[in-house]
């Protein structure tokens, strides 16, 4: 009865008001690249101060699950995560919006994350001092072993090409190491720059090594950048409804998963996003669909990440430990409203918590017709805009959302830099996915890495630190069948295929013979090494080579710097680059094992312009290096008419080009306006605007 009243006291027409306000706009702030969660919260934190407690905090819990869901969406549409949660939601998102299911992909997405966000709820409300204490149960070693599987969950994201993917998730751990070290303090690979000494961002690298590569495509043809649906098929509920209730026990897990994975500090959406899309992939019938459009997998994604909301307030509210960048934010908003966290905060301010607890449950319901209604629109309006608008609107918050997470114009040179590395690699054959993952879990990484390496020195028991925890050994074992499930898969598949074949020899037909075809079909014999033939049978890889090359001399190059760091500093970097070393030397004796490629004559790509993709990496540069000398305003609209040029295939009218030129003017106006004004964002100026 008491929990009753919490809940009527969150039913006031204000708690509604401010959990439906505060989910629109974290939607709104989370769809669009570099704005995050954490930006969201904490320029509303001060808003809150003269809010009743448990009303703002409503507030506040309303935003940060609707910035988490709202990453779905650039996921889906422009294939660029909005939020890093939201990085395994690209792999079949956006492949469904290529084929014309845009919308279906987003209801679904919508779905889930309600489902996903209630299940950590409701664990929130009902079991926050027992899971609280599988927190307290993780050191060092559990740390570090959380963060290898999720780097060895790349095994099942990159289907077919394990060795890049692990060698793009080895990039990521070492571009994680560029600055000030986590543990010791050395600086380390800054190549005498003040630019690097703070690292590189997580937010602008995953924009940059996701946006500006689909960017550089999108300006290379003039193909439509999605298929429009036929027809008005609106929201696609029923459909999506069905689809999600058929795969219940997919939605069910993976919000277990997220609710799990969100208690852990520091963990957060990106490790329960990738741990249930794995699962789901390992789980399915069709694994082969994942990656191309799986509905499955964005189910498993979203009601993953957003159960790590409820599941992420649990260290926060019983043990004052946050468990993501948002949670600690809210965390010093509790604080200042004089809220004392612990144990006893169910007890002695009960009305307070409960009631928000509530409050963020009636917000999560209250996505469900407020994400609907944003998708409906959301999906159409991105596939039916022309490119003439769209790339120089991309371009343009792609900027912004750079320079907004620390109002620096460095962190604007480090995305551009990234997203041209980031599109060659992609032509050589590595992902993105896991070089960015790699860079999300490069500190916790390290961290527990090197703490446990101290402590087991210190002790004189360094293997049994690492390998003697019975929680540490349950993930090394989850890590190494991760790693070894896609060759078991790959076998059982085969063996399913000659079962099949046999089945067929022994069918008869209505006269007693053996069906002619079947019976002439040639009878595999047992081929242990089939998936190693098959892939030498595949023709070599020169760019891939190439960059192995390269990758060994700078992973050298690094080694040999870590005789100028201390113990606590070096010895992270040591290991990653002697694993990269190994791992790239694999991967050229693979390439020598293999047949030189036959010389075709093109690459079947005739219709690709070249020229627009240099034209427009060329203009983003400018843009970026003009901004101190010209102004913000001034090279944005200069920058978006120029992007829109290169965009543009056919002959416009002077009518129409001034019609551009005006849209330009509003788009780069209002979005200026919404960063500087209404989100308090500094941006920069120059000596004319």
Not at 242 to 247: D, T
Not at 399 to 422: E, K, P
Not at 571 to 576: A, E, R
Not at 616 to 645: D, E, Q, S, Y
Request: a positive charge; aromatic letters at 8%; proline letters at 6%.
């Amino acid at each position: 009865m008491e929990l009753l009243g919490y809940f009527v006291n969150a039913l006031t027409p204000l708690n509604i008001l401010m959990a439906l306000g505060g989910v629109v706009l974290g939607t709104v702030i989370g769809a669009l690249p570099g704005l995050s969660a954490t930006m969201a919260v904490a320029v509303l934190v001060p808003f809150t101060f003269t809010m009743d407690p448990a009303t703002g905090l409503i507030a506040l819990g309303a935003i940060y699950t609707g910035a988490i869901y709202g990453g779905a969406y650039a996921a889906i549409l422009v294939n660029t995560p909005g939020t890093p949660s939201a990085i395994a939601t690209t792999f079949d998102g956006f492949p469904m919006a290529k084929r014309g299911d845009g919308s279906l992909a987003v209801t679904l997405a919508t779905l889930a994350s309600v489902f996903g966000g209630l299940v950590g709820g409701v664990f929130l409300l009902l079991l926050s001092p027992p899971l609280a204490k599988v927190a307290l149960a993780f050191g060092p070693p559990e740390y570090f072993w959380l963060a290898i599987f999720g780097l060895t969950l790349i095994s099942a994201l990159s289907v077919g090409n394990t060795l890049k993917g692990l060698l793009g998730g080895c990039v990521g751990l070492m571009l994680a190491m560029v600055g000030v070290a986590v543990v010791g303090g050395d600086i380390r690979f800054t190549m005498g720059t003040h630019m690097l000494l703070g690292g590189f961002d997580i937010v602008s690298a995953l924009i940059g090594l996701y946006c500006i590569p689909v960017l550089i495509d999108l300006v290379a043809t003039p193909d439509p950048h999605l298929k429009v649906e036929q027809g008005n098929r609106g929201i696609r509920l029923r459909e999506a409804f069905g689809i999600a209730w058929s795969s219940k026990f997919n939605v069910l897990r993976s919000s277990l998963i997220g609710t799990v994975i969100g208690v852990l500090p520091g963990a957060g959406g990106s490790i329960a996003g990738l741990v249930s899309y794995s699962e789901a992939r390992r789980s399915s019938k069709h694994p082969e669909t994942f990656g191309n459009g799986a509905p499955d997998g964005i189910i498993a994604t979203e009601s993953a990440n957003n159960a790590t909301v409820g599941g992420g307030f649990i260290p926060t509210l019983v043990l004052g430990i946050p468990g993501t960048p948002p949670d600690a934010v809210i965390l010093g908003a509790l604080l200042v409203q004089g809220i004392k966290i612990g144990p006893t905060l169910f007890t002695q301010q009960g009305d307070i918590v409960y009631t928000f607890i509530f409050g963020l449950l009636i917000a999560t319901a209250l996505m469900l017709p407020a994400g609907l209604l944003i998708g409906r629109y959301a999906y159409k309006s991105i596939a039916s805009i022309p490119k003439t608008l769209l790339v120089p609107t991309i371009a343009f918050l792609t900027v912004v959302g750079s320079f907004a997470i620390h109002s620096n114009l460095h962190d604007v040179q480090m995305m551009l830099a990234l997203g041209v590395i980031g599109w060659l690699l992609n032509r050589c054959g590595f992902a993105p996915s896991p070089i960015v993952l790699g860079l999300v879990l490069g500190q916790i990484a390290e961290q527990g890495f090197v703490q446990s390496y101290l402590i087991g020195n210190a002790t004189g028991n360094l293997t049994g630190m690492f390998f003697g925890r019975p929680i540490s050994l349950a993930i090394v074992v989850l890590a190494a069948f991760t790693l070894l499930y896609p060759l078991v898969f790959a076998k059982r598949k085969e063996k399913a295929r000659k079962r099949a074949l046999d089945a067929a020899r022994n069918f008869t037909d209505s006269d007693g013979e053996t069906t002619l075809a079947v019976a002439d079909a040639p009878k595999p014999g047992f081929e242990p090494f089939a998936g190693v033939k098959k892939l030498m049978a595949q023709p070599r890889d020169a760019a891939g080579m190439m960059l192995s090359v390269l990758l060994i001399i700078v992973a050298v190059l690094a080694f040999a710097q870590t005789s100028s760091m201390s113990p606590m500093g070096s010895v992270f970097p040591s290991t990653i680059s002697v694993a990269i070393v190994v791992l790239s030397i694999v991967l050229l004796g693979l390439n020598f094992l293999r047949k030189p490629a036959a010389k075709t004559a093109g690459h079947g790509a005739g219709e690709e312009s070249s020229s627009r993709r240099y034209a427009l990496v060329a203009v983003m540069a400018v843009w970026v290096a003009g901004v101190p000398i010209v102004g913000f305003g001034c090279m944005a609209v200069l920058a978006f008419l120029l992007l829109a040029r290169i965009s543009c295939y056919e002959a416009m009218t002077r009518k129409q080009i001034l019609g551009e030129a005006v849209a330009g003017i509003v788009i780069v106006g209002g979005l200026y306006l919404l960063m500087a004004e209404v989100l308090l964002i500094r941006m920069p100026k120059g000596l004319l605007f």
